[in-house]
């Protein structure tokens, strides 16, 4: 099993450009979820799933748009990036029900100029 | 306040036990965690408590739980170099998904 794969591993974006961060899980999970991670912030959630065909907003959704046609496959979209989302992104995924573990994957570093 | 709060930095010798502490808010929470991160990686689990339980040992690493207070610890005995890192507290709510604090750096010297 791969796990939570991220790509890019790093990306850097002028502002108002647009762009895919993709993720995928390869372990069969419900839940998946993505998180930004800013200095002395932690980790803050943008968007979340419990299933193909269902999303959510988290606490700091503006910006960013999800969709989950797969259960392998959960991308987060910047439709117009701006500096404050400068940012690392993480993606995560976890069992659902009857877990209590999230898989986290390795990051995508993010620059808007 | 927030739901998570933990300090953002601890420092201690090698050798040395390491406490880290953290509190939160709801006590409806169902699920008690400690992850790590290490730098340039994203998250890991590295022990979890349910709310039933007052304490977790795991090898090096022991978790307490006061309900009353509402407030976790995570110690490591014996703090190797290795375990330099960020430390997250995070809860949730059974299926839910976890809130986190906003980590803990812990640095350790030789």
């Known amino acids: 099993n791969a796990g939570v794969t991220q790509t890019p591993k790093f990306q850097v974006l002028k502002t108002g450009q647009s762009m895919t961060l993709q993720c995928a899980q390869d372990m069969n999970h419900e839940y998946m979820s993505w998180y930004r991670q800013d200095p002395g912030m932690g980790l803050r959630l943008i968007h979340y799933s419990v299933g193909a065909g269902i999303t959510d907003q988290g606490e700091v959704p503006n910006g960013y748009n999800v969709s989950r046609s797969t259960t392998e496959d959960f991308p987060l979209r910047l439709l117009s990036a701006a500096p404050s989302q400068t940012s690392v992104y993480f993606c995560?995924?976890?069992?659902?029900?009857?877990?209590?573990?999230?898989?986290f994957g390795p990051g995508t570093r993010l620059t808007v100029t | 306040g927030e739901d998570v709060e933990q300090s953002l930095f601890l420092s201690v010798r090698e050798g040395d036990s390491s406490v880290i502490n953290c509190t939160y808010t709801?006590?409806?929470?169902?699920?008690l965690y400690w992850y790590k991160q290490e730098p340039g990686a994203g998250l890991q689990l590295l022990t979890y408590?349910?709310?039933?339980?007052d304490m977790k040992q795991d090898q090096r690493l022991t978790v307490l739980l006061n309900k009353k207070d509402k407030h976790l610890s995570l110690r490591i005995a014996d703090t190797q170099t290795g375990d330099s890192a960020i430390y997250f507290c995070?809860?949730?709510?059974?299926?839910?998904?976890?809130?986190f604090g906003r980590g803990t750096s812990l640095i350790v010297h030789p």
């Open positions: 408590i349910f709310s039933n339980m």
């Open positions: 995070a809860e949730s709510k059974g299926s839910y998904i976890p809130t």
């Open positions: 709801d006590s409806s929470s169902t699920y």
């Open positions: 995560a995924s976890s069992w659902g029900q009857s877990s209590y573990e999230q898989y």
